[in-house]
């Protein structure tokens, strides 16, 4: 059965508050996903697609129509001026996904990868770049701890590619609760900090490992320095005292893919 929606009646509405209310899309425990990759990642990854919404044009690309056939989601035939808000564009994506999110909970995490932890970002930008070098060098976790922004933000989610889709994302408290679950893994935790007094090229990122970044403008907490068993710094040659949070976090994720490609 196909939905046809006309105009901004209450579910158009509902889905609309996603793209800009955080709390609506917990409370639901939705997001809207906009482009082809993000959509594809979300499947190919198991994500659960609750509804596919198409502007109803007459013939699809190959890639919509077998979206369209085979996933086993609502779907839904809206006015394109409507597509096109949600999806915010000018021009109406020829299809957009209503996809659920999974629970906060750490147990999903693999102890035996390498996870990052990004502590109280503050843009959502910062944790989509992050989400993609995570994925591109083989991290298979992303955890955001403390007061932060939220990773399923559409601008996250488009930062990503939609890398975001394939990793095990998981939003937490504090560190304490990331702690007791590393900790009895024997998960040994890394941070990066300008201050850090092992170089980068130095440190030992192979096994279990949690490699910890810091928030834009101060870095990471007090709490989270005592808590890793090693500080790497980066070296610099230029005259930047300090690197984008993103950026810093994507070398040390390409040192890690480097060491553990070379069996360090």
């Known amino acids: 059965m196909t939905v ?3 105009s901004r009646n209450a579910r158009f509405q509902q889905w609309e508050s996603l793209l800009h209310n955080r709390t609506k899309r ?23 697609v609750r509804a596919l919404i198409s502007d109803g044009r007459p013939r699809m690309s190959a890639w919509a129509a077998g979206v369209w056939g085979t996933t086993d989601a609502e779907r839904v035939v809206m006015a394109p001026e409507l597509v096109a808000e949600l999806g915010e564009k000018d021009e109406p994506s020829e299809l957009l996904a209503i996809v659920g999110m999974p629970p906060d909970d750490l147990s999903r995490l693999d102890p035996t990868g390498l996870t990052v932890v990004f502590d109280r970002p503050t843009q959502p930008g910062n944790i989509g770049t992050l989400a993609r070098s995570a994925d591109a060098f083989g991290a298979t976790g992303l955890v955001v701890t403390g007061h932060a922004a939220d990773p399923y933000d559409p601008r996250a989610v488009r930062a990503s590619t939609g890398s975001l889709f394939a990793l095990t994302v998981v939003r937490a408290p504090s560190h304490r609760e990331v702690l007791d679950w590393a900790r009895p893994a024997g998960v040994r935790v890394v941070g990066t900090d300008e201050t850090g007094t092992t170089d980068l090229r130095a440190a030992d990122l192979t096994g279990p490992l949690l490699v910890v970044v810091g ?50």
Request: some cysteine.
């Open 4 to 6: 046809r929606i006309t």
């Open 26 to 48: 917990h409370r639901l425990g939705e997001l809207v996903v906009q482009g082809v990759r993000p959509i594809s990642l979300a499947i190919e990854h198991g994500w659960t």
């Open 215 to 264: 928030n834009e403008t101060s870095g990471m907490t007090a709490a989270w320095r005592e808590a890793c068993d090693e500080l790497v710094s980066i070296p610099m040659a230029g005259s930047a005292s300090s690197l984008n949070a993103a950026t810093a976090g994507s070398i040390v994720l390409d040192e890690a893919a480097r060491q553990r490609r070379a069996g360090r």
